[in-house]
């Protein structure tokens, strides 16, 4: 029975949508509001079925197993979070290391002569310098240690070649030297030589009283 009921609606729904086209060509032009209102309504009805189309079309676009933008840069954050929580983690290992290793040094060692001690503390020095580029993962730090390592090994050099010329005392003097940012390294050589040959004689004239006493 229902659908008895309905089916002459949709009928006269449907002659309704035909009527503009059912009158002759010149009744259509005495008349044209009625067949522009009938177009623009059937236009008007059309576009609701071309949106969807768009939309499926973006859809289709973005792959559904694809995150968004924010997504991506959250998570390239959490990985450069992780790797620096990862390398100053192994610093702070390799520091706790290095320190446990120097405190057994130096409750392990002792030295009857100073250079001796010196030379032993250098190496150290060095030692860790080399440990440090080895285990860690900061490029910069890396550079940084082999640079600082090298300085040692040059300035030791050095010291040794002034100690054959000029002797040890010397070279305490040297290194005792305050060093200014515009400092002649000549300069300094020199007053080195002057302040160690100072204490020579203060020496020699302190076992020339003893030998009169």
Not at 10 to 34: H, V
Not at 61 to 85: C, F, V
Not at 99 to 126: A, C, P
């Amino acid at each position: 029975m229902p659908k008895e009921s309905n089916q002459p609606k949709s009928d006269s729904r449907a002659l309704r949508r035909l009527d503009p086209y059912n009158g002759s060509p010149r009744e259509r032009e005495e008349n044209p509001e009625r067949s522009s209102r009938h177009s623009s309504g059937e236009k008007a009805r059309s576009r609701p079925s071309q949106s969807p189309s768009r939309s499926e079309t973006r859809s289709r676009s973005r792959s559904p197993s694809e995150p968004p933008q924010w997504a991506r840069e959250l998570l390239k954050n959490q990985e450069e979070y992780r790797k620096e929580l990862k390398r100053l983690q192994s610093e702070i290992e390799r520091d706790r290391a290095s320190m446990s290793t120097r405190d057994w040094r130096v409750s392990q060692h002792v030295f009857k002569y100073v250079g001796n001690k010196k030379q032993y503390e250098l190496n150290n020095s060095i030692a860790d310098k080399i440990q440090v580029a080895l285990t860690t993962t900061d490029e910069q730090q890396r550079t940084a240690a082999l640079n600082e390592g090298k300085r040692l090994l040059n300035e030791r050099n050095k010291h040794i070649l002034l100690a054959e010329k000029f002797g040890w005392d010397t070279v305490e003097c040297y290194a005792a030297e305050p060093l200014a940012a515009d400092a002649d390294d000549a300069e300094r050589i020199r007053k080195a030589v002057k302040e160690s040959k100072r204490i020579r004689d203060e020496k020699k004239k302190g076992i020339r009283t003893l030998h009169y006493i």
